[in-house]
């Protein structure tokens, strides 16, 4: 399985600032997975990028990946009240199996 | 609309007692999986199941069990053999591996 290990463990901006978050990961991956929780609820996916792709935008999100480095970057741009949440990466890597690090817990202040 | 529903939301459990989770998907996705979560920390994978009637042990699968008879549902068994099954238990699908996995809201456990 591959392991995905977010950074930083917390972050608190104001409304209308950007946040970034970093994950990264151990072994070889096919993509890269984001994904969002909402306190008590399940998790929902944001974007996938795959790991011939560099850069992939969707609505306000940008993600970023450097397979070199063995690293994701997930950028939050404009960011509102609703944007509160956690978020988690996970590599896909020909395999069943994803492997959710402990999350980065955003909180984006009115 | 499609998805994956869990029930119930919240279940207690008594000392040595079996309980059953239940998570349906309407979502015609082959792949099911189950997870656990614990306070603060990422998801666990208990088991998966890529079609019906087969299923694979994941990373914590001791003190759990499950079944695959039906595309659409995936029970999760927690046996008294679970020495510690307060968590948060959520269940997921995807059409494939490596795709994105759509998960249901959760049923939150306790112990009595």
């Known amino acids: 399985s591959q392991q995905g290990e977010e950074d930083p463990q917390a972050l608190s901006i104001q409304e209308g600032e950007n946040a970034t978050m970093n994950c990264s990961y151990k072994?070889?991956?096919?993509?890269l997975q984001w994904y969002r929780q909402n306190s008590g609820r399940g998790l929902v996916h944001l974007i996938l990028?795959?790991?011939?792709?560099r850069e992939k935008h969707s609505g306000r999100l940008r993600v970023t990946l450097d397979t070199s480095k063995k690293s994701s970057s997930l950028l939050i741009t404009a960011s509102r009240a609703a944007d509160t949440a956690s978020y988690f990466c996970?590599?896909?890597?020909?395999?069943?199996?994803?492997?959710f690090g402990k999350g980065t817990k955003l909180s984006v202040i009115p | 609309d499609g998805g994956i529903t869990q029930s119930p939301k919240y279940l207690f459990r008594k000392e040595g007692q079996n309980v059953t989770l239940s998570c349906e998907q309407n979502l015609n996705h082959d792949a099911m999986y189950w997870y656990r979560q614990d306070p603060g920390q990422g998801l666990r994978l208990i088991y998966y199941?890529?079609?019906?009637?087969?299923?694979q042990k994941g990373d914590i699968a001791e003190g759990y069990s499950v079944s695959r008879e039906k595309k659409e549902s995936f029970p999760l068994t927690v046996t008294s053999a679970q020495k510690n099954p307060t968590a948060f238990y959520l269940c997921a699908s995807s059409i494939y591996q490596d795709q994105p996995q759509h998960f249901g809201d959760g049923t939150r456990l306790s112990i009595l």
């Open positions: 996970a590599g896909g890597a020909g395999s069943y199996q994803l492997t």
């Open positions: 990028i795959r790991s011939n792709e």
């Open positions: 199941s890529q079609i019906v009637n087969d299923f």
């Open positions: 072994t070889s991956i096919n993509n």
